[in-house]
């Protein structure tokens, strides 16, 4: 589901069903749709596509009526109440894993203007490398509304826009927020890989380690087509060569986010996997959007201390031998971004957490900051119901990559 609901872009999500019997596939459907959306009344979709067609089926206790829907091939339009409907891509079950998930990915994004026709051909289009009338060169000044192109179509809800001041300093190797982690870098490369009309349809960042042997692929963008995916990462990983240790969206410094999306972005998250690439958990991505009303309540004392690195703030909640750390960025164009740590294991206190977001709130309240970014480490369940609470709604899961060299003999 594309996960905003504002319903802006021609479609609100994807399905992909293991069989075209729609008696066994559309209660599975609607059950996780109603948790997510409410009753489901109603559902019209594209009778051509499924094996039986009923007036109605009886799901959860309810009478789900079905209908034909001929005018959107590939979609499944589900109804609650006052014709309150949601489009939905339909992929066809045999569709293989790495067009499905490039399928879905698309059709899940937020402000997607492609039809469900127009994803299906162009996701199942032949693939076609390098070689085959595509090819990769060095990045020129003159491809730089494409490649903004190409990092704002993968660009999470509440994730700031990449500017070109932005990429002009990521294809630099310099930030004028955060400069330090670029000094352990060598001149990063950026290589475009064009179609054979000279349009650019991929980019990837890559650089080497100023004192050790390692190797990192910074950002790369191609849309989650799969061919376009494997090229990119295939000349990264032939430019850096056989080095002993290949990082892959860490916490280094690169174009957006300091780790992959998995859930937006998984063709990519699959290619790296495929390439001897092995995944490590890194931060939950949470959002809030608009204002929230500042908890006054009274609470344990709360530390704050500026940090440079990120500009802001380092809030730290203590009581007797606990504690619990969050970090506050300085808000820009009125968009704050949290970094939770949480309390220390085995140590959590409720009292602490929520003190720690209510001095977070405060802070971004004072400076202006109408929605934030919350990035949690590991996978805080105990926090989870404090952030609820508070408004952060759970978008995606970051995954940062390593690959070693495979031993010989």
């Given at each position: 589901?594309?996960?905003?609901?504002?319903r802006d872009?021609?479609?609100d999500g994807?399905?992909?069903?293991?069989?075209?019997?729609?008696?066994?596939?559309?209660?599975?459907?609607?059950?996780?749709?109603q948790?997510?959306?409410?009753?489901?009344?109603r559902?019209?979709l594209?009778?051509?596509?499924?094996?039986d067609?009923p007036?109605?089926?009886?799901?959860?206790?309810?009478?789900l009526?079905?209908?034909?829907?001929?005018?959107?091939?590939?979609t499944?339009?589900?109804?609650?109440?006052?014709?309150?409907?949601?489009?939905l891509?339909?992929?066809?079950?045999?569709?293989?894993?790495?067009?499905?998930?490039?399928?879905?990915?698309?059709?899940?994004?937020t402000?997607n203007?492609?039809?469900?026709?127009?994803?299906?051909?162009?996701?199942?289009?032949?693939a076609r490398?390098?070689?085959?009338?595509?090819k990769?060169?060095?990045?020129?000044?003159?491809?730089?509304e494409?490649?903004?192109?190409l990092?704002?179509a993968d660009?999470?809800?509440g994730?700031?826009?990449?500017?070109?001041?932005?990429?002009?300093?990521?294809?630099?190797?310099?930030?004028?927020?955060?400069?330090?982690?670029?000094a352990?870098?060598?001149?990063?490369?950026?290589?475009?890989?064009?179609?054979?009309?000279?349009?650019?349809?991929?980019?990837?960042?890559?650089?080497?380690?100023r004192?050790?042997?390692?190797?990192?692929?910074?950002?790369?963008h191609?849309?989650?087509?799969?061919?376009?995916?494997?090229?990119?990462?295939?000349?990264?990983?032939?430019?850096?060569?056989d080095?002993?240790?290949?990082?892959?969206?860490t916490?280094?410094?690169?174009?957006?986010?300091?780790a992959?999306?998995?859930?937006?972005?998984?063709?990519?998250?699959?290619?790296?996997e495929?390439?001897?690439?092995?995944?490590?958990?890194?931060?939950?991505?949470?959002?809030?959007?608009?204002?929230?009303?500042?908890?006054?309540?009274?609470?344990?004392?709360?530390?704050?201390?500026?940090?440079?690195?990120?500009?802001?703030?380092?809030?730290?909640?203590?009581?007797?031998d606990?504690?619990?750390?969050l970090?506050?960025?300085e808000?820009?164009?009125?968009?704050?971004?949290?970094?939770?740590?949480?309390?220390?294991?085995?140590?959590a206190?409720?009292?602490?957490?929520?003190?720690?977001?209510?001095?977070?709130?405060?802070?971004?309240?004072?400076?202006?900051a109408?929605?934030?970014?919350?990035?949690?480490a590991?996978?805080?369940?105990s926090?989870?119901a404090?952030?609820?609470?508070?408004?952060f709604?759970?978008?995606?899961?970051?995954?940062?990559y390593?690959r070693?060299?495979?031993?010989?003999?």
């Amino acid at each position: 589901m594309e996960p905003t609901l504002t319903r802006d872009g021609t479609l609100d999500g994807a399905w992909w069903p293991y069989s075209t019997d729609l008696n066994r596939e559309l209660p599975a459907l609607v059950s996780i749709l109603q948790d997510r959306l409410g009753p489901v009344l109603r559902v019209r979709l594209d009778l051509t596509a499924w094996d039986d067609v009923p007036a109605h089926l009886l799901i959860g206790g309810r009478f789900l009526r079905v209908s034909g829907y001929s005018a959107a091939p590939n979609t499944i339009r589900v109804i609650r109440s006052n014709q309150d409907g949601f489009m939905l891509l339909v992929i066809p079950p045999d569709t293989s894993a790495p067009i499905a998930a490039a399928a879905m990915t698309t059709a899940a994004r937020t402000g997607n203007t492609l039809t469900a026709s127009e994803i299906l051909t162009r996701c199942q289009s032949p693939a076609r490398g390098p070689g085959e009338g595509t090819k990769m060169r060095r990045y020129r000044g003159s491809d730089r509304e494409a490649v903004l192109a190409l990092a704002d179509a993968d660009r999470l809800p509440g994730q700031p826009v990449c500017t070109p001041d932005t990429l002009d300093c990521a294809v630099a190797g310099t930030s004028h927020r955060d400069p330090a982690p670029w000094a352990e870098l060598e001149r990063p490369k950026t290589d475009v890989l064009v179609d054979p009309d000279g349009q650019v349809v991929g980019v990837v960042s890559y650089a080497v380690h100023r004192h050790h042997d390692t190797g990192q692929i910074l950002w790369l963008h191609g849309r989650e087509v799969l061919d376009v995916i494997q090229a990119l990462v295939s000349h990264a990983l032939h430019a850096l060569g056989d080095r002993d240790l290949i990082n892959a969206f860490t916490a280094a410094p690169g174009l957006g986010l300091g780790a992959l999306p998995t859930g937006r972005r998984p063709v990519t998250s699959k290619v790296l996997e495929h390439a001897g690439f092995s995944g490590r958990d890194s931060w939950r991505y949470l959002r809030r959007a608009g204002p929230h009303e500042i908890d006054t309540a009274t609470s344990p004392l709360v530390e704050v201390v500026s940090s440079t690195a990120p500009q802001g703030w380092w809030l730290k909640a203590h009581d007797d031998d606990r504690s619990a750390e969050l970090v506050v960025e300085e808000p820009m164009d009125g968009h704050g971004v949290l970094w939770w740590f949480g309390a220390d294991t085995g140590h959590a206190d409720v009292m602490l957490e929520r003190a720690l977001l209510r001095e977070a709130d405060t802070i971004l309240h004072d400076r202006g900051a109408s929605d934030a970014v919350l990035y949690a480490a590991g996978g805080p369940e105990s926090a989870w119901a404090l952030f609820d609470a508070a408004g952060f709604i759970e978008i995606d899961h970051l995954v940062s990559y390593a690959r070693r060299p495979v031993p010989t003999g």
